[in-house]
C-alpha cells in the first residue's frame, strides 16, 4: 500500500496550487484521507480530513475555507486545492489515511494512520 503527494511548488503569495494524492493498492474512497503539513522547525500539524461518501470533510481553523478537499474516486485521488496562499503555508504536505478509518472525527488529527505518503514542498513567497 502506498501513498503519494504531488502537486507542490513555488508560488507568490495569493496564488494557488492543487495538491494531489493518489494511492496504490488502497480504495482511497473506502478510507477517510487526510492532509497534514511539516513546516522547517515545527511540529507536523493537520490541515483537512475527509471522511468517505456522506461523512463530511473537516478542517483546521488557519485554512479558512482556501483549501477546499476533493475527491476523484475514477483516479483513486484526493486533491487539496489551494487559494489565497500565505507565506506561513510555506511547508512539506503529506497525505495519510489508514484502512481502519472512514470517518475523521474530533481527533483526526491525532489519529495514527498506518499510511503516509512521501509529502511534496510547497513555497510561498511574500
Known amino acids: 500500500v502506498q501513498l503519494q503527494a504531488s502537486g507542490g511548488g513555488s508560488v507568490q503569495a495569493g496564488g494557488s496550487l492543487r495538491l494531489s494524492c493518489s494511492a496504490s493498492g488502497l480504495t482511497l474512497d473506502r478510507v477517510a484521507v487526510t492532509w497534514f503539513r511539516q513546516a522547517p522547525g515545527r511540529e507536523r500539524e493537520g490541515v483537512a480530513c475527509?471522511?468517505?461518501?456522506?461523512?463530511?470533510?473537516w478542517y483546521e481553523d488557519f485554512v479558512k475555507g482556501r483549501f477546499p478537499v476533493s475527491r476523484d474516486n475514477a483516479r483513486n485521488t484526493v486533491y487539496l486545492q489551494m487559494n489565497n496562499l500565505e507565506s506561513g503555508d510555506t511547508a512539506v504536505y503529506y497525505c495519510?489515511?489508514?484502512?481502519?478509518?472512514?470517518?475523521?472525527?474530533?481527533?483526526?488529527?491525532?489519529?495514527?494512520?498506518?499510511?503516509w505518503g512521501r509529502g511534496t514542498q510547497v513555497t510561498v513567497s511574500s
Open positions: 495519510a489515511a489508514d484502512e481502519g478509518f472512514t470517518v475523521c472525527g474530533a481527533t483526526w488529527a491525532s489519529t495514527p494512520y498506518d499510511v
Open positions: 475527509t471522511g468517505t461518501s456522506g461523512y463530511g470533510t
